[in-house]
């Protein structure tokens, strides 16, 4: 069946430094595929998406490529900040009706 | 623009107490979500509803019903609580697969501690 798999954590990084959280997915078909941020005590906020094979999602200085061909959708950032700090999740959503979720990485970003 | 709205934000139930919880959406979503948030276990899907009058079991179902008499409302509810349903509810909506947009929309959450 429709699958998430990310990239365990914790995730601990400098200032400045460069982030990647793998994702990869297991879908019959093509699925629309998201990157959800999770800060303190909050819900879930869409972070970016991409809907068909080659789009690149983009938000805040964050990408993901939607990569057919490895059934990967990895998330990066160039120069992470301390607001980046929070839990950040990898799903998926096929025709019907519900979502897939990844377990979830937890980024701290350190001064 | 509320989005999804949960309300309570936090709660503490003694083992065997009852309590429902209510989700409210004002995006005329057609689809709505429940979902349990535990430690190294990511989101898992309780029940979900397609519309109206209908709901579905998903992952982990035990121990909870829900209801969607009106289409902006979902309610989950817990007939009697115990100390394994300890977690951090979300509920979601969202619209069907054929939207343009079809991600998730979350709440705050409801904390849930069960003594």
């Known amino acids: 069946g429709d699958s998430v798999t990310q990239m365990e954590g914790p995730v601990t990084l400098s200032e400045e430094a460069f982030l990647t959280i793998n994702c990869t997915y297991t879908?019959?078909?093509?699925?629309?595929l998201f990157w959800y941020v999770q800060y303190p005590g909050e819900g879930l906020q869409l972070l970016l998406k991409?809907?068909?094979?080659?789009d690149k999602g983009s938000n805040k200085g964050f990408e993901a490529t939607y990569r057919k061909e490895t059934t990967s959708f990895h998330l990066e950032k160039g120069s992470v900040q301390v607001s980046d700090s929070a839990v950040y999740f990898c799903?998926?959503?096929?025709?019907?009706?519900?979502?897939?979720f990844g377990t979830g990485t937890s980024l701290t970003v350190i001064p | 623009n509320a989005g999804v709205t949960q309300t309570p934000k936090f709660r503490v139930l003694k083992t065997g107490q009852s309590m429902t919880l209510l989700c409210a959406q004002d995006?005329?979503?057609?689809?709505m979500y429940w979902y349990r948030q535990d430690p190294g276990m990511g989101l898992r899907l309780i029940h979900y509803?397609?519309?109206?009058?209908?709901?579905a079991k998903g992952e982990v179902p035990d121990g909870y019903n829900v209801s969607r008499l009106k289409k902006q409302n979902f309610l989950l509810g817990l007939e009697s609580a115990a100390p394994s349903q300890t977690s951090v509810y979300f509920c979601?909506?969202?619209?069907?697969?054929?939207?343009?947009?079809?991600?998730?929309?979350f709440g705050q959450g409801t904390r849930l501690t069960v003594v």
């Open positions: 879908a019959t078909g093509y699925p629309s």
């Open positions: 799903a998926l959503r096929f025709t019907g009706n519900q979502f897939y």
């Open positions: 509803s397609v519309g109206e009058g209908t709901t």
């Open positions: 979601a909506s969202s619209y069907s697969w054929t939207a343009v947009n079809t991600e998730a929309f």
């Open positions: 995006m005329n979503h057609e689809y």
């Open positions: 991409a809907t068909k094979a080659d």
